[in-house]
């Protein structure tokens, strides 16, 4: 989609980090603005952080409860009439070793990181085929290209959410549909994704294995990028229609080691983010 200005983006987990970027990136691109958040709070901070020009509105949802993603769909057609670039980025991060993750912590992370990008894509891609016109961009990671130890579930809902949006680039292509497909794959960047126990169904888990690796994730986070140069890779990536968003150049040699390991009938590398 070369032109975005007077066209309408929507963005899950826009109240924070990576979503709340890619809003202002949108807006400053002169689209109109749908921004999605489980949290009421910080997503109306958010929405009314944006210049006074910005065109936005917000919709409380929890993306991982398909009525509420169709809330979502439902409020950008009343309000601007369409959906153009839809992003479905919420998500969460959580750590432990495969031994200890609860069943609570296995749905919780699938159901918002992985079944909220199939309820997104279930719930826009008909309305996008409909008018002829869209981009979806699915939020993955780096944890979905190549799997880094203690990150369970996190890493099983991105390699869900890169093989989903494979499997619909090329149904795209097959049947040469005016909308496409990409999908991100940051390595860290410098966003509340540590704290993402803060949405945790019944609160924040287990306190003391939580504070040792909320350390280690904190660590991380802090030598990430910003999320604004993840959210400018977006939209240039709309703009010219390209797959794979990739934000940090350390991924290529990454991907090419466990490519390597799966062809030479190696072991999983230890490769972390
Ligand atoms: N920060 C990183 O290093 C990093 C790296 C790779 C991928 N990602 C991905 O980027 C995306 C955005 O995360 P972020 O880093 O900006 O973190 P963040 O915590 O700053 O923002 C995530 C937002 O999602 C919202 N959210 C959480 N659960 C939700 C739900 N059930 N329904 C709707 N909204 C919900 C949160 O309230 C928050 O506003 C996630 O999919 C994450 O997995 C982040």
Excluded at 6 to 34: D, H, N
Excluded at 49 to 62: I, Q
Excluded at 160 to 171: C, D, I, K, R
Excluded at 229 to 249: C, P
Aim: charged share 15%.
């Amino acid at each position: 989609m070369e032109q975005l200005n007077g066209k309408v983006a929507v963005v899950t987990g826009g109240a924070s980090g990576i979503g709340l970027a890619l809003a202002r990136a949108f807006a400053a691109e002169g689209m109109k603005v749908v921004m999605a958040d489980i949290e009421p709070g910080p997503l109306e901070a958010a929405a009314a952080s944006l210049p006074a020009s910005a065109e936005a509105v917000t919709g409380v949802a929890d993306v991982s409860r398909p009525e509420q993603v169709e809330a979502v769909r439902d409020a950008a057609v009343a309000a601007f009439g369409a959906a153009h670039v839809v992003c479905n980025n919420a998500g969460v991060g959580s750590g432990g070793a495969m031994a200890d993750v609860s069943l609570t912590d296995w749905e919780w992370v699938l159901g918002v990181n992985l079944w909220g990008v199939v309820h997104g894509v279930r719930t826009f891609l008909p309305l996008l085929q409909e008018q002829g016109e869209g981009h979806i961009v699915n939020t993955a990671s780096v944890a979905g290209l190549f799997s880094a130890p203690f990150m369970g579930p996190y890493n099983v809902s991105k390699y869900g959410v890169v093989a989903l949006s494979e499997t619909l680039f090329n149904e795209l292509a097959i049947t040469q549909s005016a909308v496409g497909v990409s999908v991100l794959c940051p390595s860290w960047v410098k966003t509340r994704i540590a704290e993402s126990a803060r949405n945790r169904p019944g609160g924040a888990g287990d306190p003391e294995s939580a504070s040792a690796i909320q350390e280690v994730i904190d660590g991380f986070i802090s030598t990430g990028i910003s999320p604004d140069e993840v959210a400018a890779k977006v939209v240039e990536a709309v703009k010219v229609g390209r797959f794979w968003i990739l934000t940090h150049d350390d991924t290529a040699a990454a991907v090419a080691t466990r490519t390597k390991s799966i062809l030479e009938d190696g072991t999983p590398p230890m490769l972390m983010h």
